[in-house]
């Protein structure tokens, strides 16, 4: 992995991790979003929420409805949860927003844990 996104991935789970500490776990996804994208702002950390992602069909763009939770750097996909136990279906959805964007990093934050270390996964599209 690139160094860079190394630092920058550290960076995002301790902000998570902040989040995670004032708040705990039990809220809405939605909460967990606006927080974290806060707490990236406080540290001077660009992003953009809810960016649209398009799938592009045949040299097609096509709006779908697609949308990443949180792109930081233009380089890290996060896709933010708030469910009982991550599935198969949430890293395969995290895959394939990776695969769309043509991005190489992803990470999928569960705040609904008890410690958010156990919440966290990250996954690398090989391209």
Avoid: W
Wanted: glycine share 6%; hydrophobic share 40%; aromatic share 4%.
């Amino acid at each position: 992995m690139i160094k860079k996104e190394d630092k920058l991935s550290r960076e995002i789970i301790g902000a998570a991790i902040e989040v995670h500490k004032n708040l705990g776990p039990g809220l809405l996804e939605s909460a967990y979003e606006e927080c974290l994208c806060h707490e990236l702002s406080l540290r001077k950390i660009n992003f953009q929420c809810q960016k649209p992602l398009p799938v592009e069909y045949k040299k097609v763009k096509l709006d779908c409805g697609y949308r990443l939770d949180v792109l930081v750097e233009n380089m890290v996909v996060l896709e933010l949860k708030a469910v009982q136990t991550i599935e198969p279906i949430h890293e395969a959805q995290l895959l394939t927003y990776l695969k769309l964007s043509g991005l190489k990093l992803g990470m999928l934050i569960n705040f609904n844990v008890p410690v958010l270390k156990n919440g966290i996964k990250r996954i690398v599209n090989g391209l």
